[in-house]
């Protein structure tokens, strides 16, 4: 190999390294805070939801931020709380989450949202791992809902993209966790580096560019090869209901990602396609089909307060 595709290789790692593990999440966060303030959001979140924001520190003391929306009726019933944790995928922050929770609320439970490390209103800046450490946030909100509803709480996982490696890396860690429905996340994250490698990086040398993107990508002692949420999907409980969907097609995630994970999961799971539209955006493009499907899933696994 030539020194120049050396260099070409070395400059494109460094590319990738900074977008997916040094960047900001999102737009700073002082630019976030006066766009939830403004009276037009503020309002419309007022009267639409009851909703009250926390403070929840993580594993590593960063701060994060964290809504909650309480359901009408009340989230009490069958003699349980019932809670749904919302979790943001790449580059945004929860208030993303925010449109999906006419999907959750009606069926009986609060609904809770954050911004994961980085992001939003939440502290941290560079140290992004693409669900490694982020997993290790929704550990702790998981602790703070249990906190505020009880150990008894039925607790249930929603992510979309990288929110959805996130609760997949989480899940079997939590023995007590009701079900979850993961939205176009990824099996590992080297797989899909190596995916998007081979669509749009071709003219690199994988040899020469993995191994320098995984070390600049390097977060403390995390790096890529550490992202398997596959490898925790396999190791849930069978008698957790699990829901995947993807998009189709899907110019980041591949849908070979959803088959993967469907496949891995034991007992209890379902797969839903949605095509024409793009990465995580299902809802969006199909929301009432979107709706359908989820509504069925909280009725097969009598989730849903009656």
Request: glycine share 6%; hydrophobic share 40%; with cysteine.
């Amino acid at each position: 190999m030539s020194v120049k595709d050396k260099l070409v290789a070395d400059v494109v790692a460094r590319g990738v390294a900074a977008f997916t593990t040094k960047n900001f999440q999102n737009v700073p966060r002082p630019l976030v805070a006066a766009v939830k303030k403004t009276p037009v959001v503020a309002d419309f979140i007022r009267k639409r939801y009851d909703v009250d924001v926390h403070e929840v520190p993580s594993f590593d003391g960063l701060k994060l931020n964290v809504t909650r929306f309480h359901c009408r009726g009340g989230c009490n019933w069958n003699g349980k709380n019932h809670v749904m944790l919302l979790v943001h995928g790449f580059q945004v922050q929860q208030a993303m989450m925010w449109f999906n929770l006419p999907f959750f609320l009606p069926h009986g439970y609060d609904c809770v949202t954050v911004d994961l490390r980085t992001a939003g209103l939440s502290e941290g800046v560079g140290i992004n791992t693409m669900g490694y450490n982020e997993s290790k946030d929704v550990a702790e909100v998981c602790k703070w809902i249990r906190k505020e509803y009880g150990d008894d709480v039925v607790l249930g996982l929603y992510g979309q993209s990288m929110g959805s490696a996130t609760i997949m890396s989480y899940c079997s860690k939590d023995p007590n966790l009701g079900f979850i429905i993961e939205d176009c996340g990824y099996a590992s994250l080297q797989d899909t580096i190596h995916n998007i490698h081979d669509r749009f990086l071709k003219f690199v040398d994988w040899d020469e560019f993995y191994p320098k993107a995984k070390k600049y990508a390097t977060v403390g002692d995390v790096d890529y090869d550490m992202v398997r949420p596959i490898d925790s999907v396999a190791a849930l409980d069978p008698d957790v209901p699990m829901m995947i969907l993807h998009s189709i097609p899907d110019a980041y995630i591949v849908i070979e990602n959803a088959d993967r994970i469907y496949e891995a999961k034991r007992g209890k799971k379902e797969i839903h396609k949605y095509t024409l539209a793009p990465h995580s955006a299902s809802f969006f493009m199909h929301p009432f089909l979107y709706k359908k499907d989820v509504d069925d899933f909280f009725k097969k696994y009598d989730l849903t307060r009656k």
